[in-house]
């Protein structure tokens, strides 16, 4: 299986990031299996511009983003994946503005206006997402579940992990933060956290085929 790893957070060191390399290495672990692992924060490009040449009923450009950037490459790999992993944290209730951004491009070129709504991509990907916030994980399910009922819909069989009331800081003291219980926090990535990933890896190594 080809396995794709999309990295929307910023900082390559912490909690999206290492829980996305849980579900990455979880998908590696069946024998054959190969993969990329790509951060968004690397590349140059922007959103859907809405030109709804995707919609177009010319072989040349239906289903196909026509913007030119780095995340042609990254698309064209999405879609001849098997799975592919998207990380990201929640910022203000939302995913980042680079994982939307490639959401919408990767997205909108795989349906059409039509009745049916039949997705056009050759093949279903299945999809495993992984989200983190430092809120209590019911603030956002609704949002996240419409996620993962969407690329389900558009994409292929979806699935998620979450970490909540994540640790953002090593020393609180420094930042502006008092709102948080730090003892509970500290205490969270060091029990929790750890099975937080364990979950990840679990689901990258079902979605990769293994059961």
């Not at 994946?81 to 795989?110: K, M, N």
């Not at 420094?174 to 500290?186: C, G, I, R, S």
Request: hydrophobic content about 40%; aromatic content about 12%.
């Amino acid at each position: 299986m080809k396995i794709l790893a999309i990295c929307g957070a910023g900082n390559k060191t912490r909690n999206t990031a290492t829980m996305l390399k849980a579900a990455y290495e979880g998908a590696l672990s069946n024998a054959g299996n190969t993969g990329e692992f790509v951060y968004l924060y690397d590349l140059n490009f922007r959103g859907c511009c809405g030109c709804h040449s995707c919609k177009l009923l010319d072989p040349i450009f239906f289903s196909k983003c026509a913007m030119k950037d780095d995340l042609s490459s990254v698309l064209a790999k999405a879609i001849d994946a098997d799975v592919i992993l998207i990380g990201s944290p929640i910022y203000f209730g939302d995913i980042t503005g680079e994982t939307r951004s490639f959401l919408e491009r990767y997205l909108f070129p795989g349906m059409t206006y039509n009745r049916d709504r039949v997705p056009t991509y050759p093949k279903r990907t299945k999809v495993g997402w992984v989200f983190t916030m430092n809120a209590p994980g019911e603030h956002y399910s609704d949002f996240i579940d419409g996620l993962v009922r969407l690329t389900g819909r558009i994409i292929g069989d979806s699935d998620y992990v979450m970490a909540c009331q994540t640790q953002q800081f090593e020393d609180y003291s420094l930042y502006a933060a008092t709102m948080f219980d730090v003892e509970m926090v500290k205490q969270r990535h060091l029990v929790q956290f750890p099975k937080d990933c364990h979950a990840a890896y679990e689901m990258g190594r079902r979605l990769a085929g293994h059961v």
